[in-house]
């Protein structure tokens, strides 16, 4: 069925709630997204679609979370081809504000999580989770959802909505899904239609390089061998600058010890990289948990 299009909060509001009211039994699922839609928005809607009776899909590129140098101006949009990812995953409803509906005037209020949010993309894009975790308050207090579906290959921005939703006291399950991504592996991103083909081609490297982490660790790497293959590999590409390439355990996203074998690490370890081809910063990741510390979401 065609999703209804929702652009005023209060339309939204209403909808819910009378979708609420006809139901007893009533369960809300939000996928918030800033559009571009692909197969792995499209994984997080179907997976909201199986799991609860009506699917909130939010599309909105969120201005407060992009630096003042990012690509918010020439981020990709295209709302007839979300509207039929949209459909075809099995949305109910699409929201899709403006910005004047979601931010009336400058807000003064912000959500900042902290401990989750200096590493990693939250080093190299200061503000950044201040205005994701904004935002998905915003989307949750707007929706009341009863579970809201995020990707892994946002693995810290998991870590800080699960965190922000825990200590506030937000209802709504946050349900972690997992990296889709192309034949080739390369992770699906809406930025991957900013890659040249020479660049598209060298960006394999990341999840080529990840895919073979958890072999690496098996075989008794510590955390400093680990990040110096890893940067030899990606090297190997000329066009790749790598801004960042770390080991964290995961979610609380803490240093693990440089010179000790990874696989005898007893908390879950996020290997994650940001690396720029041109003027596109792509980001993946593989996550590890133990005891096996060797088993991740590639192959299995
Ligand atoms: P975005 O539109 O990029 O802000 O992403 C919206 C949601 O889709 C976030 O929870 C992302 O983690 C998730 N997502 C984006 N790309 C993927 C992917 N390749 N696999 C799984 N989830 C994804």
Redesign the pocket.
Known sequence: MTPKVVRRIAELREEIAAYRRARADAQVGL???????????A??IRRSAKENGLTVLSVFVNPIQFGPNEDYDRYPRDEARDLQVAEEAGADLVFMPSVTEMYPEKPRTTVRVTGLTERLCGASRPGHFDGVATVVSKLLHIVQPDRA??????AQ??AVISQMAADLNFPAEIVP?????EPDGL????RNVYLGPEERRQALILSQTLSQVPGWIEDGMTEAELIVRIRGRIRSQPLAEIEYAEVATYPDLGHVPADRPLRESREPLLVALAVRFGKTRLIDNVLLSPPEVNSSCFGK
């Open positions: 996928v918030p997204t800033m559009g571009y839609l692909h197969e792995g928005h994984s997080l579906y995020f990707g892994l290959k946002d921005q998991v899904c997992p990296i889709v991504r992770a699906m991103s809406s």
